[in-house]
């Protein structure tokens, strides 16, 4: 398995500001991914972060938004830019386990943000 | 895009009855997976199903992968409050970039 962190916790942020989210894993590993999941829903892939090169981002998502940084197997950021209410939302970073299952991917706690 | 569908969105059992979530994906899947994110969690990892017609259980849980492998569903049998929870199903199409596209969750909740 692999013991993922992420900080913050949480925050409030105001309009117009940009927050960068820290994800850290205990472990080497194949595969990072950025989620967003919005209270009571589903999650939503907006990137796969990629190792020393630009991440990979899904439709909808785009990097000036969302630029995500991966500068080692066990290290990636995602900040989110010029925030609206509508950026509120709980950012999950995730992985791929070296070792794992096949597919399985480990989920941190998330990052609850809220936009005033 | 590949979507997956997942019903019911909501389910409300007394302790000790039965529960069926079921996930339903636009294409063909290379495998699907289930999570579990208790409220306030993160979801966190129940099991992968690879082979069509693909039955596993895990104690008072069984899940079963359709012989098409576009439909899944996953049954807990007397359910316990420890049950509570939101599922989810996440089928993968294959390929190596991993993507997994998540189904909208069932949430569970059981009444003592």
């Known amino acids: 398995s692999a013991v993922i962190s992420q900080k913050p916790s949480r925050d409030i942020c105001q309009r117009g500001t940009s927050l960068t989210i820290q994800c850290q894993v205990d472990s080497q590993v194949t595969m990072m991914f950025w989620y967003r999941q919005q209270p009571g829903q589903s999650l939503t892939l907006i990137a796969t972060a990629n190792q020393g090169s630009e991440a990979t981002y899904e439709s909808g998502f785009v990097i000036d938004k969302f630029p995500i940084s991966r500068p080692n197997l066990t290290f990636s950021t995602l900040t989110v830019s010029n925030m609206s209410p509508e950026d509120s939302s709980i950012y999950l970073c995730?992985?791929?386990?070296?070792?794992?299952?096949?597919?399985?991917?480990?989920f941190g706690p998330g990052t609850r943000l809220t936009v005033l | 895009g590949q979507q997956v569908m997942q019903i019911p969105q909501y389910q409300h059992v007394q302790e000790g009855e039965d529960f069926t979530t079921y996930c339903n994906s636009s294409?063909?899947?290379?495998?699907i997976q289930w999570y579990k994110q208790r409220p306030g969690g993160h979801p966190v990892f129940l099991i992968q199903?690879?082979?069509?017609?693909e039955v596993k259980k895990q104690k008072r849980l069984t899940f079963q992968f359709g012989e098409a492998k576009k439909n899944s569903s996953l049954h807990i049998t007397a359910t316990q409050t420890t049950d509570v929870g939101t599922y989810f199903c996440?089928?993968?199409?294959?390929?190596?970039?991993?993507?997994?596209?998540f189904g909208k969750g069932t949430l569970l909740t059981v009444n003592p």
């Open positions: 996440a089928g993968h199409s294959g390929g190596s970039n991993y993507k997994l596209t």
């Open positions: 199903l690879v082979k069509s017609g």
């Open positions: 995730s992985v791929k386990a070296r070792l794992a299952k096949p597919n399985e991917q480990f």
């Open positions: 294409t063909t899947l290379s495998n």
